[in-house]
């Protein structure tokens, strides 16, 4: 006999207009708000690789630039910095969890976002808004049109009626033609409360962009790998992507080593954290540093960990980009 599941018609929404904000429009830096890059020697070398991945070859056969988001990302307000990335042709790829088409979806669409955890669970109401939810739709006609998630959410954004759509991150992976991934635990973000939630169309949804993950990680011999306050989404999809290709790499005589990885987070590391930790240190169980500091990179490649606010990484990494960018092109002698 089956178990008794939850009956959601029993629920009440309430519109995203009785919900206090957290985070409002105020938060998002302009590119001109960018304070001086931090002094860090690694985070110079990392902007090179970026640069020089972006400038290898033809854009056809150009290395990918991958940079893989936590939703704290999006209310960090550096939405502008990530766009200008993927404008300039840095971004080849941006992937993100559930939460981030959630925070990205609720500035495009009112302005603000994130709710007081503390404050909604306690009445019951954490995650249950009626607005919030046509993302469950949009995942529907993701999975009845056979496209990923997130080119699903990003589309929706750019052409629909969203006042603040300058802002989306995936807005604009969609108009930039960049791809825009997004990785979904089911369980893990307030739109599974809902009603409306359809578990297998964002499972399809997501599949397939796990699978367009894994085109772009096939392009990374020569190109970079970034997480930024990841510690469960960013390591493990790379890893199984990283396994497919370098599967198919394999078989056609080809490598996939000679890449570099960087870690954003807040958790202290050790200096020598490209060794890895034995399984008696707690920190053998933080999926980042094995994975992507240590693992990934054992064939050739280089990481480099970063314990940064994303509010000083990304505006930082951008203008050292931005930077390397202007110096590239500047003629001898000028």
Not at 29 to 58: K, S
Not at 138 to 153: F, K, N, P, S, T
Not at 261 to 275: G, I, N, W
Request: charged letters at 25%.
């Amino acid at each position: 006999m089956p178990h008794e599941t939850f009956d959601r018609n029993r629920l009440r929404l309430k519109p995203l207009a009785e919900r206090q904000h957290d985070l409002d429009l105020s938060v998002i830096m302009a590119l001109d708000d960018a304070p001086e890059a931090v002094d860090d020697e690694d985070l110079a070398t990392l902007a090179d690789r970026i640069v020089a991945a972006r400038e290898r070859g033809a854009p056809a056969q150009r290395a990918a630039v991958i940079f893989a988001l936590g939703a704290h990302v999006i209310r960090a307000g550096v939405q502008r910095f990530l766009i200008d990335l993927m404008e300039r042709g840095v971004i080849t790829h941006l992937a993100g969890n559930g939460a981030v088409a959630i925070h990205d979806f609720e500035f495009a669409l009112i302005g603000a976002t994130c709710e007081s955890v503390a404050k909604y669970i306690s009445e019951g109401q954490f995650g249950l808004w009626e607005e919030t939810g046509r993302l469950n739709d949009i995942a529907r006609v993701a999975a009845d049109e056979g496209i990923g998630y997130g080119e699903a959410v990003g589309r929706e954004i750019a052409t629909g009626n969203f006042p603040h759509a300058d802002i989306s991150v995936l807005a604009a992976a969609y108009r930039l033609g960049v791809p825009a991934t997004l990785h979904v635990g089911i369980g893990y973000d307030i739109i599974h409360e809902h009603p409306s939630c359809d578990g297998a169309a964002i499972g399809a949804a997501s599949y397939t962009d796990f699978l367009v993950f894994a085109r772009s990680v096939e392009g990374l011999e020569g190109g970079a790998y970034l997480t930024f306050g990841s510690a469960v989404m960013g390591p493990e999809v790379y890893l199984k992507a990283l396994a497919m290709a370098r599967n198919v790499a394999h078989q056609e005589g080809r490598r996939i080593a000679d890449l570099t990885t960087a870690v954003f987070d807040l958790k202290p590391l050790p200096d020598d954290y490209r060794e890895q930790p034995p399984k008696s240190d707690p920190n053998y169980y933080f999926r980042p540093w094995k994975t992507i500091l240590v693992r990934t990179v054992a064939d050739g490649g280089e990481s480099f960990y970063f314990p940064l606010d994303h509010a000083v990484a990304i505006p930082s990494l951008w203008r050292l980009i931005v930077e390397q960018l202007a110096t590239e092109r500047r003629a001898p002698g000028d």
